[in-house]
């Protein structure tokens, strides 16, 4: 079960290294089968998606493109009540992200200088959908609504199909509801250099957003430069920071909601108070009993748990910025006196009846998260993501004039004489010093 520390400056500090130490041990041996995919995908194109999708999922679907009656079909099969939770969450994030939106922009100065900034949609966006054991609809509506939003003019969605050759009815329902254009039933690391290449059937796409086992995580890695990609993600994570006013129960159920994603998966608690971290490792060997995916809960919790008891809620705070955690929970009677102060957190979840799954599915805040510490410069899928921006400048011949000078001399320090020519040639009655 999970381990219990006393912080010390130096133990709980080990234990960040051991959580690093999981993306470093994964790509060794992926990286030569995750190349030789993406070349034949590259070079074969719809052949070569065929074949690894007979491979690796058992049965290749009759046609690679869903159309547009056949999604109305396997929708017609999903529960009522479930498509109108969906509804609800697609509102929420749709609430929440149209007030990223960013508008373009111009300024004038007094001498007749114009500049600017043009802000647009990227045109085409692909979104990768795990669709077999681990089939997650609620990734299609973080990652399509957000494009959606900031103008993407074409969304293409892969999704690997089930045993059955057929695509996940819950999944579908997702993607007509958040607006996606194009689905692929595909999946794996030749979707994703599909989706970067094009081939004869599937579109090429600008960016690639969405989650992945190891294999199309590598391949993202991969294929980062020939387009663009949201981030690699790493395991799941979840710090949560608790005082004295903690419920014990509460604490135990949302460290488990992560651990059940991945035995890499990691849980921490972090608490100034040594009876609840005793009192929460009693309701961990309690409720995992009663839940499904045991087995996976204990293997995270025995290598990659951990209680923490801090000397006070500053050293705590410290610890979580250090982190810099994908999910982080405060659990503190006064939990918005933390936000100011917790500086490297993917998401945050303030207060008791915040827990985290509520991000997952829900609240509106996108749950495409930056993993392994990267949110110290990594930010969480946004419309930003799906944008691309453009500065302009428009000079009238005074103020080139004006300027003429410097922007030489700049030149002229840095030796590109091209670049300085392109100035002089336009003022020839100007003694350039």
């Known amino acids: 079960m999970i381990t219990t520390v006393i912080a010390d400056g130096k133990k709980e500090y080990d234990f960040?290294?051991?959580?690093?130490?999981?993306?470093?041990?994964?790509?060794?041996?992926?990286?030569?089968?995750?190349?030789e995919i993406i070349e034949n995908v590259k070079t074969n194109g719809d052949k070569a998606v065929y074949d690894y999708t007979v491979k690796f999922d058992g049965k290749a679907p009759e046609k690679a493109e869903i159309s547009a009656d056949e999604i109305d079909a396997v929708?017609?099969?999903?529960?009522?009540?479930?498509?109108?939770t969906v509804r609800k969450a697609a509102k929420n994030i749709e609430d929440f992200h149209k007030r990223q939106v960013q508008q373009s922009w111009l300024t004038t100065k007094n001498n007749g200088v114009i500049m600017g900034q043009r802000i647009r949609g990227l045109k085409r966006v692909g979104i990768y959908v795990p669709g077999g054991t681990a089939a997650y609809p609620?990734?299609?509506?973080?990652?399509?609504?957000?494009?959606?939003?900031?103008?993407?003019?074409?969304?293409?969605?892969?999704?690997?199909?089930?045993?059955?050759?057929?695509?996940?009815?819950?999944?579908?329902?997702?993607?007509?509801?958040?607006?996606?254009?194009?689905?692929?039933?595909?999946?794996?690391?030749?979707?994703?250099?599909?989706?970067?290449?094009?081939?004869?059937?599937?579109?090429?796409?600008?960016?690639?957003?969405?989650?992945?086992?190891?294999?199309?995580?590598?391949?993202?890695?991969?294929?980062?430069?020939?387009?663009?990609?949201?981030?690699?993600?790493?395991?799941?994570?979840?710090?949560?920071?608790?005082?004295?006013?903690?419920?014990?129960?509460?604490?135990?159920?949302?460290l488990m909601s992560q651990a059940e994603h991945d035995k890499l998966a990691s849980a921490i608690l972090l608490t100034d108070c040594e009876e609840l971290a005793n009192q929460t490792v009693k309701e961990l060997e309690r409720q995992v009993q009663t839940l499904s995916r045991n087995e996976i809960i204990n293997s995270s919790l025995d290598n990659f748990g951990a209680i923490i008891v801090c000397s006070d809620m500053k050293q705590a705070v410290l610890f979580a910025n250090e982190l810099a955690p994908e999910h982080l929970e405060v659990c503190?009677?006064?939990?918005?006196?933390?936000?100011?102060?917790?500086?490297?957190?993917?998401?945050?979840?303030?207060?008791?009846?915040?827990?985290?799954?509520?991000?997952?599915?829900?609240?509106?805040?996108?749950?495409?998260?930056?993993?392994?510490?990267?949110?110290?410069?990594?930010?969480?899928?946004?419309?930003?993501?799906?944008?691309?921006?453009?500065?302009?400048?428009?000079?009238?011949?005074?103020?080139?004039?004006?300027?003429?000078?410097?922007?030489?001399?700049?030149?002229?320090?840095?030796g590109l004489t091209a670049h300085a020519n392109s100035i002089k040639v336009r003022f020839e009655d100007i003694d350039f010093e």
């Open 332 to 414: 503190c009677e006064n939990p918005m006196e933390y936000v100011g102060k917790l500086d490297n957190a993917g998401s945050v979840f303030l207060g008791n009846y915040s827990p985290e799954p509520l991000g997952d599915y829900f609240a509106g805040p996108n749950h495409v998260l930056p993993t392994s510490g990267t949110a110290r410069f990594f930010s969480p899928l946004s419309v930003d993501s799906f944008v691309k921006k453009s500065s302009f400048i428009c000079y009238t011949e005074e103020a080139l004039r004006n300027d003429a000078q410097d922007v030489v001399r700049f030149a002229d320090t840095e």
């Open 16 to 35: 960040i290294e051991l959580l690093k130490s999981r993306a470093q041990n994964s790509d060794k041996n992926v990286i030569p089968i995750v190349s």
């Open 75 to 84: 929708i017609s099969e999903c529960d009522p009540k479930y498509i109108e």
């Open 138 to 254: 609620s990734s299609v509506l973080m990652n399509a609504i957000p494009a959606k939003i900031a103008g993407v003019e074409e969304i293409v969605m892969c999704t690997p199909p089930m045993k059955n050759g057929k695509p996940n009815p819950n999944i579908l329902a997702a993607a007509k509801l958040a607006g996606v254009d194009r689905i692929f039933l595909m999946g794996g690391a030749q979707a994703i250099a599909a989706m970067a290449y094009g081939t004869e059937s599937v579109p090429k796409v600008d960016k690639i957003v969405g989650p992945g086992n190891i294999f199309v995580a590598t391949a993202k890695k991969l294929l980062y430069g020939t387009v663009d990609i949201d981030m690699i993600a790493g395991p799941s994570e979840i710090l949560i920071i608790a005082d004295k006013s903690a419920n014990p129960k509460f604490l135990a159920a949302d």
